[in-house]
């Protein structure tokens, strides 16, 4: 159950485009088309961005993208905006119902 | 409104004792397989427990196995977190969270409760 690995930084301006990488194994993203991404902005809960590595639930904009290769996913922000400033965390599951988070990146709009 | 809210954080001693409760409202709660997810302090997000629908599987962190044990009350619309022998570490934020039925995201999020072990 170790960790998957993102960027701890990551930024762009108003308009460009942005992604965050996050690294597992066979064993989590590389073997599970199970991978989810969460928006975290300060002091407020998670939420779900991104679920089945590139599924938008409702109301969240196209602008936010997610796909995967091998051990690595990817979440990309379109368009960036200033409310897009936060925490982006992704998350694998990994079998025997266990899930696995990245360390986080934290996304500056400039 | 579909909500989660988390209770009973504090401030315990190493080796002590802390029971969590999460209180599930606007939807149908015993549908749901949950989650209890926690956050320390400037840290990343960490997940600590699953529990079914039914309660027929229960999984844990390697973290918090032997330590934690999670419970539901369908009736009461409850989730809970028993922990035991707290330690330095387990300081963090812990929050409930619901798995969604056709996936496995976790698509609605408590606010969290405060856990700090400390002497």
């Known amino acids: 159950q170790s960790a998957l690995t993102q960027p701890r930084s990551v930024s762009g301006s108003p308009g460009q485009s942005v992604t965050i990488s996050c690294t597992g194994t066979?064993?989590?993203?590389?073997?599970?088309?199970?991978v989810s991404w969460y928006q975290q902005h300060p002091g407020k809960a998670p939420k779900l961005m991104i679920y089945d590595v590139s599924r938008r639930p409702s109301g969240v904009p196209d602008r936010f993208s997610g796909s995967k290769s091998g051990n690595t996913a990817s979440l990309t922000i379109s368009g960036l905006q200033a409310e897009d400033e936060a925490d982006y965390y992704c998350c694998s599951y990994a079998g025997s119902y266990v899930w696995v988070f990245g360390g986080g990146t934290k996304l500056t709009v400039l | 409104e579909v909500q989660l809210v988390e209770s009973g954080g504090g401030l315990v001693k190493p080796g002590g004792s802390l029971r969590l409760s999460c209180a599930a409202s606007g939807f149908t709660f015993s549908s749901y397989s949950m989650n209890w997810v926690r956050q320390a302090p400037g840290k990343g997000l960490e997940w600590v427990s699953f529990i079914s629908s039914s309660s027929s599987y229960i999984y844990y962190a390697d973290s918090v196995k032997g330590r934690f044990t999670i419970s539901r009350d369908n009736a009461k619309k409850s989730l809970y977190l028993q922990m035991n022998s707290l330690r330095a570490e387990d300081t963090a934020v812990y929050s409930c969270a619901r798995v969604t039925t056709y996936s496995y995201g976790m698509d609605v999020w408590g606010q969290g409760t405060t856990v700090t072990v400390s002497s």
């Open positions: 066979s064993s989590d993203v590389g073997g599970y088309n199970y």
